[in-house]
Every structure is written in C-alpha cells, then in structure tokens.
C-alpha cells in the first residue's frame, strides 16, 4: 500500500494561521483589537430573512441537493434581475457556501493529475488548494497567452477581485472565455462581489451575454450570500451557468451528500427576493469604506484599483506587507498581508471594511495619530 501523505505536504500553510502573533500584538492596545483582516459580516442578520429561516426550521426530511424550485426561481429571477443574465431553469445548484464549491470544483469536475487549474496571479489561496485537493497542478498567470497552447482543465477569474477589488471589462472577460473555449475548457467566475461596485464602476458576470456571445457553454458563474445579506453564518451561496456541467455537478453532489439544510434553503429564497435589505447593507459598507480610505490615504497610504468589493488594497511608503502589517498591529489595527493572495502582493496589504461603525471610527483615529 502507498504511503500516505500527511496534509503538510499536500497543501499549504493555513495563511491567517501566521497572523496570530501580530494579532496577540495588536490586542494588547489599550482601546482593543480592530480587526479588518477578514471580510466577515459584523451586522445583523436581517429580520425577514432570520424568520423565514425559523418558519421552516420543522424540515425533518431530507432536503434537494438541487434545491427547491422556489429556491432555483429565486436565484433565477435575482440572476435576471440584478445583472441581466438569464439562465436556464435547471442551470443553477445551492451550495453550502462559496468556498466550498471553489474548494471542490475541481474535483468535481473530474480534474485530477496531469491536468492544470489556471488562476489569477493575485488570488483567494482557495482556487490554488482546489487544484491541490484534485491533484491537479494549480498556475498562477493572467496573462493566458502566456500559457500556450498547453491544455488547461479549469480557468478561474474573479471580478471584482479578492484581494485587489479590479474590476474586469466585458472585452478582457470574453477573451478569457474565447481562449478556454479554444482549448475546452471551462471557465468559472468567482462573482461574490459582483452587487458591491463603487464610485461608478459596474462589474459584469461572465454569464452575461455581452461576454458569453449568448451560450453558456463551458461556464459557470459562483455567487454567495455571505457579503449581500450578512449570511457567512449560514454558508448560503450557489453557483450557474452551462445547465450540462450544473447537472454534472449535481449528480456528484447527490452522492456525496451535499445538501444546503432547507432552512437555509428557505433563508436564501427571501434573500434573494429582496433587493431593499441589500442596498441598505451596502449603503453602510459604502460609508466605512469612504471613511478608511480617507483615513489611510491622509496617513500616506497608496490604495490601488479596490473599485468594488469589501476592501481596500493599500500600501505603506515605507514598509512592504509585512512591514505594514507590524506597523497597524502596534496601533491596534489588524490587516492581511498582500502575500497572502500570492507573490505579486508583497508590497501591499488588504483592509477589511466589515467592521462595525465604532470599530472603524477606532482605526480611522489611530491612523490619525
């Protein structure tokens, strides 16, 4: 029998597992922590959607991997609605949060070794581990081109971006999708920033069709509740797109056992038919975002693209990412070194605007001093 190989030598250090001596430091501040180096929602939970997760709460059977029809209308018409893109009815899947679905899309893709999983040079660590998970073998590169014609499995693109919040425009979008179809591959989109552009910009999902010509062949779209509705907590996303790689998706799933609980299920419908709270979550995001920028930016910072998403890509004069790390851990403040998304990042670190008011009026003072 083979060897088994521990997990040490199969994925990569857990990143924010490093940041823990600079978190005791920033702890010890005498006016507490502020932690801006996760996204995690801080606000409630909206009261509409927390009953309707209670009204179905007796759901002793076993619910559809595939999702109640009520649900899959609901994500159609959202799909539809906020972002002309029109899917068909069997061409969307719940999934038990985004970064479950990223984590094994791969897998369940079939993807294993011999074949190469292609994401963005600055990325989310979870597309690399994906790939790794597969056994495939993960490549960093945003320039396709730059790949040849070697055959890639899997193409993955994220806009607006984790870390950076760039944005991309339909014209470098359908480039990415002329070259996968090329070469068979299959694009997928990590849109779970798409509703959070500022200051004019406006991101477009790949299943558009002024990206995907119309077809959406070889694509699929992942889109989370997490940030939209403040439902990291019930780990409430979905994913779209090519209605034959969805159904794919869901035969593996069926198998597996991975099913969305119903009450979330339930959660996720009312979100969904419900634009109003989303605007009102977005409206405090856009004041915490205006006040950090303004606070970093009067302190000397640098921020770079952040045209949409739930942070701001910042460098220091003076410091590269980790330098910049120490420097806001001695004044109380906790952010993510840019490395964490990949080499490119070293000279940056991404700020969290997900703090509660009273948190961010704490940094904005300490960056002031």
């Not at 922590?33 to 076993?62: E, F, M, N, Q, W």
């Not at 004069?317 to 993510?336: F, Q, S």
Request: net charge neutral.
């Amino acid at each position: 029998m083979a060897e088994r190989r521990p997990v040490a030598d199969r994925l990569p250090t857990f990143p924010w597992d490093r940041l823990a001596p600079y978190k005791r430091t920033a702890a010890a501040h005498p006016g507490g922590i502020v932690d801006l180096s996760v996204g995690t929602p801080v606000d409630p939970v909206p009261a509409s959607l927390r009953k309707a997760l209670s009204d179905a709460s007796d759901s002793p059977g076993y619910p559809l991997t595939w999702g109640t029809p009520e649900l899959r209308a609901s994500i159609r018409g959202w799909l539809s609605r906020r972002h002309g893109v029109d899917v068909a009815e069997g061409a969307v899947l719940p999934t038990v949060g985004s970064k479950e679905l990223v984590a094994w899309l791969p897998t369940l893709l079939g993807l294993g070794a011999g074949d190469t999983v292609v994401h963005p040079a600055l990325a989310y660590p979870t597309y690399d581990v994906g790939a790794r998970i597969a056994g495939a073998t993960p490549v960093a590169s945003d320039g396709l081109t730059a790949l040849g014609p070697a055959p890639a499995g899997l193409v993955w693109v994220n806009s607006p971006s984790n870390p950076t919040g760039r944005v991309l425009g339909v014209p470098h979008l359908r480039k990415v999708v002329e070259w996968a179809r090329e070469r068979g591959a299959v694009v997928a989109s990590d849109e779970c920033y798409l509703d959070l552009g500022w200051d004019g910009a406006e991101p477009v999902s790949i299943l558009h069709p002024d990206v995907s010509g119309g077809s959406h062949d070889n694509l699929l779209a992942v889109h989370s509740l997490s940030k939209r509705s403040n439902l990291a907590g019930y780990r409430a996303a979905f994913v779209a797109g090519d209605p034959a790689l969805v159904g794919e998706l869901l035969a593996v799933r069926k198998h597996a056992g991975m099913i969305v609980p119903a009450p979330v299920q339930a959660a996720m419908r009312a979100a969904l038919d419900d634009d109003a709270h989303a605007a009102e979550q977005k409206e405090r995001y856009r004041a915490r975002r205006a006040r950090l920028r303004a606070a970093l930016e009067g302190a000397g910072w640098r921020i770079e693209h952040s045209d949409a998403g739930l942070y701001l890509w910042a460098s220091h004069p003076r410091h590269d990412a980790w330098g910049a790390v120490a420097h806001l851990a001695e004044r109380g403040v906790l952010v993510a070194p840019g490395d964490f998304y990949g080499a490119a990042g070293a000279g940056h670190v991404r700020v969290a605007f997900t703090a509660t008011d009273e948190r961010v009026g704490a940094a904005v003072e300490r960056l002031a001093e």
